[in-house]
């Protein structure tokens, strides 16, 4: 069955970098984009960021556009979020999650990992 | 950019109760929104895309409706296991998101 899970989550200082990996089994992977989705504690859901099957389309929300940079390895099955000039405001839990491209279900994020904790605090 | 507006932000019901959460978006997105529930601790689950389609393994006390701006997520007889926070989100336009503010449904 499907299944994801998130990685390289801590605890690092205001300007710090972070990277998060996502490990994918399952399912062929290049079939699917793959977004991250954060939470922060107590809040609502963030969409941060997408790349496409063969990296032809990447985007990000405003809140971290220019700091964060989304990649994906497809011979590993893996995606990736480097996360440089880290804030407070980006303490969150991060989810990584399948993408549906097409069908009824397009737009949806139909997996999720269980998620990983970063905590931005000096 | 679209907005995702939910109502009411918690919500208190008994076991057997029937729950209505609302979702509004803010320019119409067709049926494009799918709903999720989440439990603490845990990763959202997709319940509802295509606003009315039931995705697999979710109990047919779920349903939701709803085309252009307005949608609506009903939980018939609530069950104990549906205690949780319930989300909704657009997927009519790339990127995917964004995701209304959540509702809550609690234990009266």
């Known amino acids: 069955q499907v299944h994801l899970v998130e990685s390289g989550g801590g605890l690092v200082k205001p300007g710090g970098s972070l990277r998060l990996s996502c490990g994918a089994s399952g399912f062929t992977f290049t079939d699917y984009y793959m977004s991250w989705i954060r939470q922060t504690p107590g809040k609502g859901l963030e969409w941060v960021s997408y790349?496409?099957?063969?990296?032809?389309?990447?985007n990000y929300a405003d809140s971290v556009k220019g700091r964060f940079t989304i990649s994906r390895d497809n011979a590993q099955n893996s995606v990736y979020l480097q996360m440089n000039s880290l804030r407070a405001e980006d303490t969150a839990v991060y989810f990584c999650a399948r993408v549906v491209g097409s069908g009824s279900q397009k737009g949806t994020f139909d997996y999720w990992g269980p998620g990983t904790l970063v905590t931005v605090s000096s | 950019d679209i907005q995702m507006t939910q109502s009411p932000s918690s919500v208190s019901a008994s076991v057997g109760d029937r729950v209505t959460i609302t979702c509004r978006a803010s320019?119409?997105?067709?049926?494009?929104l799918a709903w999720y529930q989440q439990k603490p601790g845990k990763a959202p689950n997709l319940l509802i895309y295509?606003?009315?389609s039931l995705q697999s393994g979710v109990p047919s006390r779920f349903s939701g409706s709803g085309s252009g701006t307005d949608f609506t997520l009903t939980i018939d007889s609530l069950q104990p296991e549906d205690f949780a926070t319930y989300y909704c989100?657009?997927?009519?336009?790339?990127?995917?998101?964004?995701f209304g503010g959540g509702t809550k449904v609690e234990i009266k």
């Open positions: 295509a606003a009315s």
């Open positions: 320019q119409g997105i067709s049926n494009w």
């Open positions: 989100q657009q997927a009519n336009s790339f990127p995917p998101g964004p």
């Open positions: 790349i496409s099957n063969y990296y032809t389309y990447i």
